[in-house]
Every structure is written in structure tokens, then in C-alpha cells.
């Protein structure tokens, strides 16, 4: 699938004296149903996560704490993204490969998923991938 999918999507953010609130609710901000949530943290300086594309799953990425750094690849074409705000998340379309590295100390990465965890709908192997997204 094409990485012009792939987007920054502005999350409601209710400015407060007391705090500001940022909520997201599946099928209205983003556009899918959440089934399941994730986040890295505890990161170690220099780690790289990712390195991996899934065949059907969507998913939102905000980085809650701190920053990172999110590359896209959809076998033809790469794009950067710099995350540092927990009211703007990445959104990532099905058949795109990402790395995820520049974690700045205490960072955290919050994964909203359209599915359950299920190791059947990775592709880890980029080669694999490249074949599937029909690019080799
Ligand atoms: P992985 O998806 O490779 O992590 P990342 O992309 O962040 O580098 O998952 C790392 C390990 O965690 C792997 O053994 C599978 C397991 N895992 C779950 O059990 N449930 C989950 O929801 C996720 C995302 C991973």
C-alpha cells in the first residue's frame, strides 16, 4: 500500500489550566476500531525497534513522553517522521515497513492497533515484504 496513506493525524487536545486532556476514540479519530494498545518504554539510548511491516494491521503512534523517530518504507519510497507530541499520532496504513530509533531518554511510545497481537501478520524479513508489496 501506498505511504501517501500514511499521515499525522492533530488529536483533539482540551486545553486546561489543571493539565490539558487529549482523548481518542476508535472509527472517529482514527480510522479504525482499537483492539488493543501498546508502548515502549525503558528504551535504552541508541535502540532500534520496528524493522518489520504487517500484512493487514493498522496502527496510531504517539510518542506520549518524549521523542523518536518513526521511518516509513512501502518498498518504493521512505519517509521520516519526527514524533515529539502526545496530541499528534502516526498513523500507519497495512504493508508498510518501519523502524522506529532516535528515542530521546525517557521516552514513551504509545501503539494504538487495529488487531489483537498476531505473529502470522508480520512480515520480518524485508525481502519477504518487498515481494508482497510487488516491488521485486
Ligand atoms: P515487536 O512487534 O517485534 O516489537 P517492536 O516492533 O516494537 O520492536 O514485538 C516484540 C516482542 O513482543 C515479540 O516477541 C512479540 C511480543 N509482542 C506481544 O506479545 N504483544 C504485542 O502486542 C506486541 C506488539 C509484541
Keep these: 500500500m501506498s ?3 500514511c499521515k499525522i493525524i492533530d488529536l483533539p487536545k482540551i486545553h486546561d489550566p489543571r493539565g ?7 472509527g472517529v479519530h482514527i480510522p479504525f476500531d482499537i483492539q488493543r494498545v501498546y508502548y515502549l518504554y525503558d528504551v535504552p539510548g541508541g535502540s532500534e525497534r520496528g524493522g518489520h511491516a504487517h500484512k493487514e494491521l493498522q496502527q496510531l503512534i504517539v510518542a506520549m ?3 523518536f523517530d518513526v521511518l516509513l518504507d512501502d518498498g518504493r519510497k521512505k519517509k521520516r517522521y519526527h514524533l515529539n507530541r502526545s496530541y499528534s499520532g502516526l498513523y500507519v496504513c497495512p504493508m508498510i515497513w518501519r523502524e522506529l530509533d532516535n528515542f530521546s531518554s525517557g521516552s514513551v511510545c504509545m501503539v494504538l492497533a487495529s488487531s489483537h497481537y498476531d505473529e502470522s501478520d508480520y512480515f520480518r524479513d524485508y525481502q519477504q515484504f518487498l515481494n508482497a508489496a510487488g516491488v521485486l
Excluded: A, F, P
Excluded at 20 to 26: D, K, M, Q, R, W
Design 20 to 26: 490539558n486532556l487529549t482523548s481518542i476514540e476508535g
Design 3 to 5: 505511504i501517501e496513506r
Design 65 to 67: 513522553s518524549g521523542s
